[in-house]
């Protein structure tokens, strides 16, 4: 939340970032409300969305996604995180990615791309600090 006070008055206001709308997908392509990007992959945060660049981490469908991946999301905030395997579920999320989440003190949900899309939705419409990383083909 950001609070802005002014000089020599008494008003203050509170600005809460939102989680962006994931306002569509398709095999391999996602956009995200207010970005003119169109993604393969992408991470999103109350705020924000970028591209997801496995080459950064070196991530792989195996052994999939790895905390290293999902820093930039965390720092943002989130209470939740929603990790979307891709259409056929083919991207690994290890058991230490979900450990280092809950340690955390972060909410994790793990589902196939467009079951994940749909529950982030949700979340974000609910005003949930809501972030996710989704792979949108295999």
């Known amino acids: 939340m950001l609070s802005i ?9 509170n600005f809460v970032m ?12 996602m956009k995200v409300k207010g970005c003119s990007t169109t993604y393969k992959d992408c991470k ?7 591209a997801w660049d496995w080459r950064e981490t070196g991530t792989n469908h195996s052994p999939g996604v790895q905390p290293a991946d999902l820093e ?3 720092k943002k905030g989130v209470k939740t995180v929603v990790i979307g395997r891709g ?6 999320v290890p058991a230490s990615t979900v450990d280092y989440l809950k ?9 196939q791309t467009e079951k994940a899309v749909a529950e982030y ?3 974000a419409a609910q005003g949930v600090k809501v972030g996710g990383v989704f792979h949108s083909t295999c």
Do not use: H, T
């Open 18 to 29: 939102s989680s962006p709308e994931i306002a569509s997908l398709s095999w391999g392509q």
């Open 72 to 74: 930039e999301v965390v």
């Open 87 to 92: 259409m056929s579920e083919a991207l690994q």
């Open 44 to 50: 999103v945060w109350p705020g924000g969305s970028r």
């Open 103 to 111: 340690k955390n003190g972060i909410d994790v949900l793990v589902l």
């Open 121 to 123: 939705n949700a979340l």
């Open 5 to 13: 006070k002014y000089p020599f008055s008494r008003l203050r206001f």
